[in-house]
Structure formats: C-alpha cells, structure tokens
C-alpha cells in the first residue's frame, strides 16, 4: 500500500503538472471506485478549476475552484497517472493507454482537462482505493480524515512521545494505528524500527520517553530518505509519470528475510504481528 513518501511524491508531482488545469470532463470505466453517486461527482469536479495539491496521511486532497476538494486513497494498488496526448499521438506515459483509445483494463477514472489534451487517469488493479468529492469548508467533518492523527513528518518529538507512551501494546501496531500519528504502514515502520534499534514486538509501554524521542528522529530520518527517493516500488506503485521509485534499493530490513543484516551481519528474521509481517534483525534489535 503506497504510504507518506509514495503518497508525497505524487502529490508533488501533481502540483507540477495539473496545478490550474480545468477540468473539461471526467470518463468512469468502473464507476464503484467513486464512493458517491457518480453523477453528482461528475457535475462537482467538472467546468472547476485546479487550485491545490495537498496530502494529508496517506490521503490525496485535490482542491478545486468553487470550494470542492476530491479526495483520493490509492488503496494498495492504485496509481495516479498524468497524460499529454501530443500531436503526433504520441503517449507521454507509456504503461498507460491514451484516453482516447482503448484504456488498459486497470484505468477506472479519467479526467480530462481543458489545455493541452492531457489527462489524469486513475489506475487501480485491486480496486480498493476510493475517491469522493467535498465541500473544502467541510473537511475536519470527512469521515476518512477527521480521525487522523498527527502527521507522522510534521509532529514534534515531544508530542510524538505524548502521544506513545500511556498506549499498550507492542509498538509495531501502534506505528500503524492511523489515529496516534498518521503515514506510516508496514515498510517505514519496519525500516524505522530498525533506524532506532527497537524490535517491532517490544511494548510501547516499556519504551522510556527519550527511546521514543530517538524512535521521532528515525521515523523523520527515514521518510525524508524515502521521500528524496520517489518512495518505494514493491509492487505495482509508480509516480505520475509512470516511473518507479527507487527507496526498495536502499532498505534494510523490509522484505530481506534470510539476508544478512547491512549493519552487522546477522539474519533478517520475519514474524507476525497482528496478522503484518514485520521484518527485523535480532541482533541489532533484541527483544
């Protein structure tokens, strides 16, 4: 599932490239991906013009003229892919076909803008993302946002360790409960995790307020690697562009089970935690 550093990367590429573009129409291929009527999406979003780019969590906020904002969650397959059909019919990018031909059997929303014959297109090949439309003045009342947490690369280290340390638990879980700090999945946890030399199984209520202070920095420390980097391509994520990321490169522990630890040369060992693997190395982080 793309996490802070993918979500990032494509918001700020959108700022880049559909930042005043009008919506001239939106094309459903698999309607159910919007989670409201989609006519009344379609009549929302379209004649507006794009104001903003913005993320929050791992949530994609599309601010449009006329106080609407789209919200987009990429679920754990899904991409958001920009398109210029130019003269020569030539595609920009290439996994994509052009709207105006047949789409590839993953493209479920297209929106097209009114410069240029370009596109947005939204691709998903599990189907378990989700988009609506919203009024922006009503934003702290959305469901999927109003219950979120701090996000995890603006909170301060002393908030940060408030809001850890009277929870029970093993300290992998809490990284992934979106409602203490907000971003982080299975990969940034893990490779935090190990950042700081914490065991995913240890319990948050062991840890003392300066191991979370140092827990903070790694968590920072590895978000803006993974940011710098265009985030992770594990499976099917890319940027908006088509291209992968290149932070898989450089993890240390996430999906290396069996592999020798970078740090001292132990194996990475993988075990189960609330039904998520998590990935760690013994030695470098002891129970």
Known sequence: ??????????????????????????????????????????????????????????????????????????????????????????????PISSPTRNCNKHDHLILKFCESNSYLCYNDQRKFGKIKVFDTDKENRVPELKKLGPDAIDVTPSEFADRFKKRKGRIKSALLNQQIVAGLGNIYADESLYEARINPARRVDNLSKSKLIQLHKAINRILQKAIKAGGSSIDNYLNIDGKTGEFQLQHRVYGREGERCKRCGTKIKRIKINQRSSYFCPRCQPL
């Open 1 to 94: 599932m793309p996490e802070l550093p993918e979500v990032e990367t494509i918001a700020k590429g959108l700022r880049q490239t559909i930042v005043g573009k009008k919506v001239k129409d939106v094309r459903a291929i698999f309607p159910a991906i919007v989670k409201q009527k989609f006519n009344i999406f379609k009549q929302a979003v379209t004649q507006r013009k794009i104001k903003g780019v913005r993320r929050r969590a791992k949530y994609l906020l599309i601010d449009l003229s006329g106080g609407k904002t789209i919200l987009v969650h990429l679920g754990m397959t899904g991409n958001l892919l920009f398109i210029v059909r130019r003269p020569s019919s030539a595609v920009r990018c290439e």
